[in-house]
């Protein structure tokens, strides 16, 4: 499936990051709580090597808090420092990614040079702009890490490079794509919007019936997703000839997701990736 990474991205990508991340002390990885798993990059920790990682799950206004609690208890049950943020308040951020910084690379030598990397989308230069105080010009989405690196001082110790390292999405997996989609994560993917729409709606469906019927006033227990849609799109007008356009409906229940109308929302869960993992390998 193409979401506008292709191998050479990917290539470039790595190469760029791998030099980098020489030049550095540690890293701070930012993921979105909503979806931890995929919107992770897994060749990180390869890549990053024996730098210390502080792993952010920023977003968390936007996530359902009983399950960030699960992602944070998750990732620490298997050694890794995180904090839970939102990148947009401003609630003492600085001070505590300081401390986490000097906890984790204690033995390096003063001062700490880190780097934020991370997919597209997920808040690196929101955060970046934060810790800095100022509105710092926004990389593209495209691989390019290393041009003209100003330092953002977090701390007499603790220096901060301000553009940050892109990661690629884990697009190859399906279900981590569609999250990636829903989320907002990947726009202008090669999956139709109104594929997005229905995949949503089936998760909204299955987790929370309550928040769909109150929304948009519908009866979803036990519809198919494509019926779902088809009445939110009768429901709020969107009529093409010959019935339902369900490219605007689908529109609709995006925007009303990646709004927060339908309240915070988190897409996967530590039991689902487990899941996915324990999976077998299929067979023809
Ligand atoms: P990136 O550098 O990793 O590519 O991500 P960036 O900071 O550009 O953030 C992507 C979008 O996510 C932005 O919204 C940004 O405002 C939003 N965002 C970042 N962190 C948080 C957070 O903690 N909570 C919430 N609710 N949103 C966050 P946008 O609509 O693309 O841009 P804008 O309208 O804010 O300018």
Known sequence: ????????????ARKEIIHALKQVHAVIEVVDARLPYSSENPLLNELAGDKPVLKILNKADLAEDNLTKEW?????????????????????????????ILDIAS???????????????VGKSTLINNLAGTKIAKTGNEPAVTKGQQIIRLGDDVHL????????????????????????????????????????????????????????????????????????????????KGGVDFHKAAEIVLNDIRSVKLGPLTFESPLDIKIFQEKPEQTS
């Open 1 to 12: 499936m193409a979401i506008g990474w292709y191998p050479g991205h990917m290539n470039k």
């Open 72 to 100: 944070n208890a998750y990732y620490r049950d298997l050694g890794k420092t995180t904090l839970v943020l939102s990148a947009k308040s401003t609630n003492y951020i600085k001070r505590q990614i300081l401390d986490k």
């Open 107 to 121: 033995h390096g030598k003063p001062p700490l040079k880190v780097m934020i990397v991370g997919i597209p989308n």
């Open 161 to 240: 490079v301000d553009t940050p390292g892109i990661l690629w999405p884990k697009i190859e997996d399906q279900e981590s794509a569609f999250r990636l989609a829903v989320s907002g994560a990947i726009k202008n993917t090669a999956i139709e919007l109104e594929d997005i729409a229905l995949y949503a709606l089936e998760f909204m469906a299955e987790k929370h019936p309550d928040r769909l019927v109150s929304r948009y006033d519908i009866d979803v227990i036990g519809e198919e997703p494509a019926r779902v849609l088809e009445a939110i799109g009768k429901l709020r007008g969107c009529l093409k």
